[in-house]
Each structure stands twice: as C-alpha cells, then as structure tokens.
C-alpha cells in the first residue's frame, strides 16, 4: 500500500497577481503560480488514486512518483485480481452499451416548434416541430453522417475503452479533443489524471485545466519551432545536438478568456485561452526538495480555441469537492480485504506445501528436499528416523485462514460496486438455469431495470464529456466545411439550438424501462373500457400509440411504413371490404326481385350486383 507524501511545495512566496493587462512574461509566471495552487488543492487525494491504481489497474503508471519509466513492472503486490476484473466488465459493458462502433449512439434534433411572421409565406407550418419539415429532417441526417464519418476517421473508439477505466479507476478522467488540419482528423488523447490540475466555475463545472506534461526536444522543436526554445532557453540547442529525445516538462493551461472579443481574429477572439510555459531553469512543478523557479518561467505561444478542447468527466462528486468518486472508492475496503486474504491464504498454502523444518545439525546441506530426493544418513547413528527433519509446528498442515466462501462473499461486494450484473445479466441466468423458464419480455424487463441503476453516471458522463465533444467535433467539422448550410427555413424562422439525443443500447434500455410500461398499462386500461363503451377507443390516435410504441422497442425506423403507404393500403382494403360486402348481398337482392315478379332493369345497380356475382 502507498503511504501518503506532499510532493509540492508550498505557493507562498510568488509575487501577487498582476490584473488587467499583463505582457507574456506576467502570464507565465501567474500561470506557474496558479498551478503550484491547483497542485495543492490535488494533492490530498493522490494517495488514493496511487492505491487504487495499484489494485485495479496497476497498468497505469503511478500519480505521486512523476519519475517512473513507462513499461515498467507492475502487479507484483496483488494477490486477488477480483477488483479488476469487475472494473474490466463495466468497461466493456459502458463502452459497448453506450458509444459503440457498430451502431448509431447519438442523434441531432430541433427541439420546439417554428415561429414564422403571421404574413409570412410559412406561416402554415407555425406550431410544427422544426425537424419535422422534409428540408430540416434531410439537413439533420447530412449533419450526422458527417458526424460518424468525422468519429470513424478519428481514433475515438479505440481510446475510450481506456477513458471510461480512468472513469472507474480515479473517478476523474480527461479526454483531448484535437484537430489535425493536414489530415483533416481529429485526434484524441486520454490524459492521465497525474498531468491535469482542474478548477471549476461557480456553477460546479470544470472550466480550468492545467496540464503539465514532457515532451522531447525534437517534439518542442516541431511545434514551436527551433528558434523560438533557442529564445527561450539559451541551452536548448546544445541538449538538442546531444539528444533530441530527452524530455523537458511543460505547462498547458486552458482557461475561460477574460479578454475575449468575438470581433479579434487573433487568440483574443477565442472563448478559450490556451498558453503554453517553460521553465528552462528546471521543472514547471516544482517538488519537495527543489527550488522555485518562477523568474525562469517563459510563455512559449499564446493560443486559443473555439471550443473546450479538453473533456474532464467526474463519475459523481460531493457538493464541497472538485475532484470525483467513484466504485474504486466506495469497493476500497472490500478490494484492500480482498487482496490481504489472497496473500494470508497463499503465505499458509506455502507454508502448508513447504513447512519449515526441525533437523540434527549433523544433517546441514545434507537434506534433499526435491522431489524423490534420498538423503544419506550413517545407519551407525542408530535411529535413523529420531534424525529425519520434522515441521516445526509438529504435523505441519495448516488449514487457510479465510475459506474459500467467505473469498467469494467479498468478491461479490466488488462486483455490486462494479455494476457488473448490469451486462451480464444473461450470464448469471443461464448459469442458474432460469433463462430457461423466463420469457422474453420478463428478460428484458430485468435488463432495463438494471439498466436504470446507471442512469446517474450515464448523465455525468454525457453532460460532462459527450454533449461538450459532440458540440466541439461538430464546430471542428463547420469550421472545416464539411458541415451543410441549414435550410432557408431555419434561417428566416426562430427555433431552439440543435439538441443531442444519445440512443446507445443503455439509453434504449432506459427510455424503454419507462416509455413502454406507460404505453401498455394504457392499452391494458384501454381493453378494459372499450368492452363497455367501444366508442371510447376513437379518443386515442392509435397510430401514433404504435409509432410510439414500435420506437420504444428499439426496433429500425427503416422498417416503418409512411402515411401515404398505410393510407393507399387502407384505401385498398375498404374497397375490397366493399366489394366482398357486394357479392355478398348479390343473393339477397336477386331474391328479394324475384319475388317482387319481375327482373332488374339492365341498367340498374342491381343488374350489375347480379352479373358480378354471376361472374364470381
């Protein structure tokens, strides 16, 4: 286990912050003190994440030690893998359940209706929802195909596996959204929660992230040019002729812009602020034992963005703190039990299989103890066996301390702080033997109803990092061109913003869990009335009960006919209804005539009613 250390040092000493305008200089050395403040505010809970980065995902490198080298060894104090392999079920399930590769996640709508000029040529369509309009509905399909093709192009899926585990792991997790113009992609990083100092505005929300961070020299030289760290740092040449892949720390701080003016072109007419600092004298983070080094601190570029580039998502957080909680916090004490039991029960199985032994002095190095070993003894000794070593606790078998069902009892509290159950539901059931007995609507009752249970975390995540990298790769895609100019009627009429609607298996689950039990209780009801009052039925548009029940289901839109297929068809269906109705009156009425003495006039319905049934 890690033992906690305050690695920063104090803040005091820095000169106060100069407000107003301030040249570069200023900047950086506000913005080196500005995260020697973030850095403490963290520090208190890096000896938690250390831990639980040790016991669940011992993979990632450590928060607290900045010095250790990338492939190094990792797992040797884990003696029970339960914690990992339960947070590896949640994120494969929340990957696959909620942003899969395979299927449609999101959707663009307009929510609310139009509102045209009462002499305008659109008035008609005054209180019609905007993506109701033939134009929007095609606009807003061109939109999202343009989105999908901007996420296959990019490597989003396959870093989210590894974002949504920071999620589980540390609670808090950072994504970089970045755009790489040449290749007209955009490029997305998981930031490891060691490098991210965050702050949040006063409405709870991460609006600040300094990032601090190495990069090589030739990865410097490339993206500010030689020229400008041989400015900044009068020994960057000399260490790139040496070797242009050693690694220097340096500072990336975004942050609402104060001075930001929508009518600049240059970085002041960026919402976001991005300045990048460095410290030739040393470190941008200064650590316990090493100096300040604040009057060495250089603002490399000053830069901005359009949009947050970078996501930082909180599984939950409490009212007074900034940094999130997760399941690896609230399984904390059954994973530290869980892994002291393994190593308990392997140290007494060790001791049971190889005890340690009793024997005569005489016998030092004479002992064979492999397997069909013969150890030699002089038989003039007299007793042989009174020489042979003996355990040292007398018979030598030791019984494990923890069984192996009270393992499982804290194994299983892991795996309920894991949600596991969640996705593998149908695993347990086929494993117990009831999805045998279970009917398809009651599993999929059960698997909704788990579903639910995430729906806390599912609205953290898309409202702190899907609605935010949704509205950024589609301002990415604008800006490039790629996005379609809206119709005419979006740009003459006032609507509301475009809206994401998420539509990944876990958000199905979750609509269906409330939107399909609501549908069949009012059908059920329905039943009930219309058995004394079947005029009743006509209140309801049963149409749209279907539509709306059909979407409930999860099932393809594609497969849905139009209002003008279902209106020929019904148009169809009365006429042959009609016909059928024809012949079968046709009998009736020849008799009725017959008896009547005479026959139908050759011109009369009932002459034709009569030769069609004679046809027939």
């Known amino acids: 286990m890690i033992n906690m250390i305050a690695p920063y040092v104090d803040s005091s000493g820095y000169a106060p912050s100069k407000l107003g305008n301030r040249d570069a200089d200023q900047r950086a050395k506000d913005a080196q003190k500005y995260l020697q403040i973030l850095a403490l505010e963290r520090n208190p809970w890096e000896w938690q994440i250390d831990n639980l980065i040790m016991y ?131 490029i997305f990083t998981v930031v490891h929660f060691r490098e991210c100092f965050i702050a949040v505005n006063r409405f709870g929300k991460v609006d600040t992230n300094y990032r601090v961070y190495k990069m090589t020299l030739r990865q410097l030289a490339q993206q500010f040019s030689l020229e400008r760290m041989k400015e900044a740092d009068p020994n960057f040449e000399r260490d790139y002729e040496q070797n242009m892949h050693s690694e220097r720390e340096i500072l990336h701080a975004i942050y609402p812009r104060q001075d930001y003016d929508p009518g600049r072109i240059d970085y002041k007419g960026k919402r976001w602020a991005s300045d990048w600092v460095y410290s030739p004298g040393g470190k941008i983070l200064p650590t316990s034992g090493s100096a300040k080094s604040e009057q060495d601190a250089v603002m490399l570029s000053e830069g901005g963005y359009d949009s947050m580039p970078i996501f930082s ?100 509290v892991i795996r309920e702080h894991y949600q596991t159950d969640v996705f593998t539901l149908l695993t347990q059931l086929a494993q117990q033997g009831a999805s045998e007995r279970m009917v398809t609507a009651q599993i999929n009752e059960l698997m909704t109803e788990k579903a639910a249970l995430l729906g806390t975390v599912v609205g953290n995540l898309q409202s702190e990092c899907f609605d935010p990298l949704i509205e950024r790769v589609y301002d990415i895609e604008s800006r490039a061109g790629r996005i379609p100019d809206p119709p005419q009627i979006l740009q003459d009429s006032e609507h509301e913003p475009i809206k994401v609607e998420y539509s990944g298996l876990l958000a199905q689950a979750q609509t269906r869990v409330t939107k399909m039990r609501s549908i069949q209780s009012v059908i059920a009801g329905l039943t009930q009335i219309t058995q004394f009052d079947p005029i009743a039925l006509h209140v309801v548009d049963t ?74």
């Open 56 to 186: 669940v995902n011992h993979g990632r490198r450590s928060v607290q030690n900045r010095d250790l080298w990338p492939g190094q060894p990792t797992g040797l104090e884990i003696y029970d893998d339960s914690a990992m392999l339960a947070c590896n079920t949640l994120v494969k399930g929340m990957v696959g359940y909620l942003c899969s590769r395979n299927q449609p996640w999101f959707g663009l709508t307009i929510p609310g209706n139009l509102n045209f000029p009462r002499s305008g040529q659109m008035r008609a369509w005054n209180g019609k929802r905007a993506d109701s309009y033939p134009e929007v509905q095609k606009w807003i399909q061109n939109c999202q195909d343009v989105m999908y093709s901007s996420f296959n192009r990019s490597n989003f899926y396959d870093v989210m596996p590894e974002y949504i585990r920071d999620g589980a792991v540390c609670a808090t997790a950072h994504l970089l959204c970045e755009e790489d113009v040449a290749r007209a992609r955009n």
């Open 313 to 412: 998502w909180r599984w939950r957080t409490n009212s007074d703190e900034i940094y999130g909680r997760g399941p690896s916090h609230d399984a904390w004490v059954a994973i530290a039990t869980a892994n002291q039991m393994g190593r308990t029960n392997l140290i007494t199985g060790q001791k049971a299989a190889e005890p340690p032994l009793v024997a005569d002095s005489a016998l030092r190095n004479k002992i064979m103890r492999g397997p069909n070993g013969i150890t030699f003894i002089d038989n003039t000794r007299g007793n042989i066996g009174a020489y042979a070593p003996v355990p040292l606790n007398g018979t030598g078998v030791q019984q494990l301390p923890f069984s192996i069902e009270y393992q499982e009892k804290v194994t299983q």
């Open 543 to 616: 149409d749209d009960l279907v539509r709306q029940f059909y979407d409930a289901s999860g099932a393809p839109e594609s497969s849905l006919r139009s209002e003008k297929d279902i209106a020929k068809i019904r148009q169809m269906a009365q006429q042959q209804q009609e016909k059928q109705q024809q012949i079968e009156n046709a009998p009736k009425i020849a008799k009725a005539a017959a008896l009547a003495g005479k026959g139908a006039d050759p011109d009369s319905p009932l002459r034709a009613l009569m030769g069609a049934g004679k046809d027939q």
